[in-house]
């Protein structure tokens, strides 16, 4: 694992987009697996900056969404799909039939999984993965306890969870109990993963990672130190307990 260590939100953002713009420059039909979430929001500033400033374009590129929640529509102000058409798509030249996210609405889940299983293999992988992580160490909407050999899976999310996305919600009940997402087979399958992390609440979670490199299932973000090429872009205050440690150490 390869740390960056940014300064603040701000500078995270403006070096993950770095890194996924030059990404897009070395390849231009390449696939990127794509997180929501706030931690993302500051790199897709960045990225659509970069693309009003530069034109590096996004024509060729395919994107994939690691996952939605079961049973909002996709034009429901909360579903990724929103998110990912407000905060990224509508502002690039990324062709809207070349992005896709799975379909939480869809009649028979099980199918949809697969579905988007096999689409992803059809793209023939994900290059680059940007991944946020939940406070109790959830990747994806893979929680603590979930199985480390699963691909896309509907997921139950716990309430700790609920608790936190409920912001972006009237109230904790409105936020759905369950999510499709991309299993952590599916996320150790790509090529390289980009993690980022922001702020105190992430603290513990970065410190548990770094300080632990034993794989247990109980927090899904060991399951990165299965993976040879991951890097963590994280700011000083998502660091501030791993970095507290090592001084103690
Ligand atoms: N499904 C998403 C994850 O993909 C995201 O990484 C996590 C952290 O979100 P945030 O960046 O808002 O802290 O929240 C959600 O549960």
């Known amino acids: 694992m390869k740390i960056i260590e940014a300064q603040d939100y701000g500078d995270l953002s403006l070096k993950a987009a770095q890194y996924v713009i030059a990404k897009v420059k070395e390849k231009s039909n390449i696939v990127l697996g794509l997180a929501t979430g706030s931690t993302p929001e500051g790199t897709y500033k960045e990225i659509i900056r970069d693309f009003n400033d530069h034109h590096t374009s996004y024509r060729y590129v395919r994107s ?95 309430r700790s969870t609920r608790k936190a996305n409920a912001r972006f919600f009237n109230s904790i009940n409105e936020v759905p109990a369950h999510a499709l997402t991309m299993g952590i087979r599916s996320i150790l399958d790509s090529k390289e993963i980009l993690l980022l992390a922001s702020g105190k609440s992430k603290a513990e979670a970065i410190d548990r990672l770094l300080r632990n490199q034993k794989i247990d299932q109980d927090f899904p973000a060991s399951s990165l130190h299965k993976h040879s090429n991951v890097i963590i872009i994280a700011d000083r205050d998502a660091l501030s307990i791993a970095d507290d440690n090592e001084r103690r150490a």
């Open 64 to 158: 994939v969404n690691l996952d939605e929640y079961v049973g909002l529509s996709k034009d429901h102000p909360n579903s990724y799909h929103t998110y990912m058409f407000e905060n990224l798509f509508r502002h690039l030249d990324l062709p809207e039939d070349q992005r896709f996210l799975p379909d939480g609405n869809a009649e028979d889940l099980e199918d949809e999984c697969r579905r988007y299983d096999r689409l992803i293999q059809s793209l023939g992988g994900v290059d680059l993965q940007l991944l946020g992580i939940g406070q109790n160490g959830h990747i994806g909407f893979n929680e603590p306890g979930t199985t480390f050999d699963q691909r896309t899976h509907t997921v139950a999310l716990t």
